[in-house]
């Protein structure tokens, strides 16, 4: 069964960046959806980054240009490179992972603990 760990959360001020880090544990992940979510206070839960088995990519229209997904399988990870922060990012930023066969996700979807990013002004 497949686990994930996020890590790499701070505090940092409006234009900066940061980077997190999912771990991923459990046979099958490297072939998995994977995904980051955010949700801050007071909005719903919105999916904010995904990529394909394949390193194909989405994002949200809010985060394009600025925020980077990737994978590194040798590794077991997925990332979510985040550049020129707003306030507006601040959230509780989660990962995500789901089966995959033929292009498409199935099966329960699995979700890290979370990793809290802060952007102030």
């Known amino acids: 069964q497949v686990q994930l760990m996020e890590s790499g959360g701070a505090s940092v001020a409006a234009g900066g960046s940061l980077r997190l880090s999912c771990a991923g544990s459990?046979?099958?992940?490297?072939?998995?959806?994977m995904a980051w979510y955010r949700h801050a206070a007071g909005q719903k839960r919105e999916v904010v980054a995904f990529?394909?088995?394949?390193?194909?990519?989405r994002y949200a229209d809010s985060v394009k240009g600025r925020f980077t997904i990737s994978k590194d399988n040798a590794k077991n990870t997925h990332y979510l490179q985040m550049n020129s922060l707003k306030t507006e990012d601040t959230a509780m930023y989660y990962c995500?992972?789901?089966?995959?066969?033929?292009?498409?996700?199935?099966?329960?979807?699995?979700w890290g603990q979370g990793t809290q990013v802060t952007v102030s002004s």
């Open positions: 459990g046979r099958y992940y490297d072939t998995g959806c």
């Open positions: 990529i394909t088995p394949g390193a194909g990519t």
């Open positions: 995500w992972w789901r089966h995959a066969s033929a292009g498409n996700c199935y099966g329960e979807p699995v």
